[in-house]
Structures are given as C-alpha cells and as structure tokens.
Nanobody, 121 residues
Framework: QVQLVESGGGLVQAGGSLRLSCAAS????????MGWFRQAPGKERDFVAA????????YYGDSVKGRFTISRDIAKNTVYLQMNSLKPEDTAVYYC??????????????WGQGTQVTVSS
C-alpha cells in the first residue's frame, strides 16, 4: 500500500517562497511518476506539477509555470515542490500523488493527506 506524507506547508506573505516535501513509502519509488495538485476552498482540485519516473521530464500547470519547480530525490523516496513568487491565489491544500503509469491527471491513483499553504497579501 502506498503512503504519501506531505510536509512544508504554512503561512507566507505574497512574494515569498515555500518548499513542500512528500515522502513516499514505495519500494519501487523510481518506477512511479509523481505529481502535485491543489484544491482551494469551493473549487475543484487542480493540477500543479508532475515529474516522470526517471525525473527527466517535468510538467506544470499554466498558473505556476516559471514560479514552481518539481524535483525528486530517488535515494530519499521524496518529491519536492519549490514554490517561489507566491501569490494569494496559490492558497490551497496541496496534495502529493503517485502514478504507476503515466503523468496524466487520471493516472494518479495514490494520494497524500494534503498540506495547507496560505499566502497573505
């Protein structure tokens, strides 16, 4: 059973930075694509970023391109989301997800419990 535990959320002022981490209990972590999604109050969950199993390819939602960076550390079974130039509209619960197949949103079958990110103006 896949367990994903996010950390690193918190309160930050607009323009600031945060780094989210997601520790995965996967014996074959290197075979999984990993992603970050977010859900703001009253809104649907949105795609934020994804990284291929090899780490060689990354993908971003339009609203975070150029500001967020996804990366992974195979040795630590951890995926990161570096968030810079944060905006109040980035406020949401951020979820880590794992996919044993592709990087399309529907491929992600395992989810963490989420971590709250709040950006004040």
């Amino acid at each position: 059973q896949v367990q994903l535990v996010e950390s690193g959320g918190g309160l930050v002022q607009a323009g600031g930075s945060l780094r989210l981490s997601c520790a995965a209990s996967l014996r074959t972590f290197s075979r999984y694509a990993m992603g970050w999604f977010r859900q703001a109050p009253g809104k649907e969950r949105d795609f934020v970023a994804a990284i291929s199993s090899s780490g060689g390819s990354t993908y971003y939602g339009d609203s975070v391109k150029g500001r967020f960076t996804i990366s992974r550390d195979i040795a630590k079974n951890t995926v990161y989301l570096q968030m810079n130039s944060l905006k109040p509209e980035d406020t949401a619960v951020y979820y880590c997800a794992a996919s044993s197949s592709g990087v399309y949103t529907g491929d992600f079958a395992s989810w963490g419990q989420g971590t709250q990110v709040t950006v004040s103006s």
